[in-house]
């Protein structure tokens, strides 16, 4: 069975994104203060991959990402492995995806009337191969050149291996996201670009989000536009901007609201005091159309998405009966 976007949003209206792989794998043990981050688990315990991923649509996700943000093959034959291996690497964290959401639909999913859930997979930027930090800064001072064939290669094995859609995410640069978009035209293949911005405005190299949403405008396969990786106080002030600069669905999937310091690569508690629920059930009514949650988020912030999702639909009822 394939599954769209588009199917997805005229089934359900709007669509519950999953949340951070990286902050479930440590929930279950895993050690990922290393370069290749959630890689490693991928590699070296790939069930835990599979576990995390049923974990989420067991949460009411509708939409899942695959285990491939840092997962770049410059990364990882820099710590030792063949160009092979990193191909089948990359390749692993598509069908991991797969299994995981056959097993969960014919264990549960089908049986409980729920939608079949969306492979995204999961396209980090330049910066998460630099593991520095450098997704919250952008300016990698590398050629247009270099940044297309860093991509291009991975994009190529994600498709093959069968996800249905290109996730482009947490990129800090306009002009990166512009590659991106021109290598999945050439590819013929649906995708998704999702910022990460410093401020309810700017990605963080600088550049407007609303300048960003019109230079993506004549790309026929951009399925979705939107921001993770966020502060989400900032998010609002995102969906507004995007709004009023294009017509695609938006997309957001911020942190919880901790912040993240890239020199100890540790997250610190945040001065957040609205809950996850309201701030999903807020970014709806404002218009975004797919709601998840990025790095510390798990579970339960999933869960209070879909409390805001529910929220939301029954209000548009009311809204349409009263009309």
Known sequence: MKQTIDQILKDNTVMVVDGSMSSALEALGCNLSNKLWTATVLIENPELVKEVHK?????????GITCS???????????????????????????????ARDEWWEEEGKKANCTYPICLASVGPYGAYLADGSEYKGNYHVSDEELYH????????????????????????????LIEAKICEEL??????????????????????ITCAESLKDFPHLKMIGVNCTY???????????????????IVYPNSGEVYDPKTKTWSKGKEDVSFEDYAYLWFKCGAKAVGGCCTTVDKHIKQVVLAKNRYLKDLSIKKISL
């Open 150 to 177: 860093f991509h291009k290669r991975r994009m190529e094995l994600l498709l093959e291996a069968g996800a249905e859609v290109l996730l482009c995410e947490t990129d800090p640069s306009l002009p990166e996201a």
């Open 55 to 63: 974990y989420y649509f067991r949460a009411g996700a509708n939409c």
């Open 232 to 250: 989400p106080t900032y998010i609002e002030s995102l969906i507004t901007a995007l709004k009023s600069a294009t017509d695609l669905p938006i």
């Open 69 to 99: 943000y840092q997962a770049s093959i410059p990364g990882l034959m820099a710590v030792g492995y063949s160009e092979k291996e990193a191909e089948d690497y990359i390749r692993l964290s598509v069908k991991l995806f797969l299994e």
């Open 188 to 209: 013929n293949a649906d995708f998704i670009i999702s910022f990460s911005c410093r401020d309810g405005l700017h990605t963080y190299e600088g550049q407007s989000i």
